[in-house]
C-alpha cells in the first residue's frame, strides 16, 4: 500500500444554517476521528470563519472556490488572500458543479488552481467525466486532459490533491464500483508518471468522489490508487466519520 496519507474532504456545497452547523461541529468533535486520516470540510464562505473557530486545528476548513487574482472589481468573488487573511488553508477548485453551472473552463479552472497554490493554499482539484463522455468511451481522455490543462501552468504539486468525481455518481446514488473508480485512480496515476513526474505519480493524493457513504466507503478505501474521499450528501450526517474512519 502507497505511504500516501488517507484524505477526507466533505463538502457541503451550498447546504447548513449556523444551527446544522452546531450539529457538524458536534459529530466532528466527538469523533473519534482515524488520526491517520487528514480531515478537511469544504464550507459556504460566509460560513468559513465561524467554522474554522469552532474547529480543532487538525481538521482543515476549505472554500469552495476562489477566484485568480488578489483583489479588485470581481463582484461576487473570493481571493486567495482573504482566505488566508481569515486562517483558511485549503480551497476546492474546479467542482463539476462549478465546471457545469457556472461554467467554468478547464483554463480558467487551471489557472485558478496554479493563483491558490502561489499565495500560498492547498487546493482540492477535482476532475471527472460526464456519463455521455463515459458511455462514449472517453473517461480516460477528458480526466488526463483536464490534469494536463492544469499541470501546463503547475509545477509543485506538493499541495494538491486531485479529487475524481464522475459526474453521473455526484448526488445521485449511483456509486462507481470499487473497481470502476481504481481503474481511472490506476490509469491516472500512470499518465501522471508519464506526462508530469514520476515523483509526482507516487506522492499525489487521488481522492474518489461520488455518492460515498458510510456503507460504501471501506471497498473503496481498500483500492491501492484511491487514497481518500470528496463527500457531499453524506459529509452532512455523523456517518461522515465512518466515512473518515474507513482505512481502520
Ligand atoms: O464534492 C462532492 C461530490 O460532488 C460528491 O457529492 P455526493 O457525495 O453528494 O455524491
Known sequence: MASRRFVVGGNWKM???????????????????????????????????HVRSKLPAAIGVAAQNCYKE????????????????????????????????????????????????????????CIGETLEQRESGKTEEVVFSQTQTIACLVKDWTNVVIAYEPVWAIGTGKTATPQQAQDVHKALREYIAKNIGEDVAKSVRIQYGGSVTGANCKELAAMPDIDGFLVGGASLKPEFVSIVNARQ
Open 15 to 49: 447546504n447548513g444554517t449556523k444551527k446544522q452547523i452546531e450539529e457538524i461541529v458536534n459529530f466532528l468533535q466527538a469523533g473519534p476521528l482515524d488520526p491517520n486520516t487528514e480531515v478537511v470540510v469544504g464550507v459556504p464562505a460566509v460560513y468559513l470563519e
Open 70 to 125: 488578489e483583489k479588485g472589481a470581481f463582484t461576487g468573488e473570493l481571493s486567495p488572500l482573504m482566505l488566508k487573511d481569515i486562517g483558511i488553508d485549503w480551497v476546492i477548485i474546479g467542482h463539476s458543479e462549478r465546471r457545469q453551472i457556472f461554467k467554468e473552463t478547464d483554463a480558467l479552472i487551471a489557472e485558478k488552481v496554479k493563483f491558490a497554490l502561489d499565495k500560498g493554499l492547498k487546493v482540492i482539484a
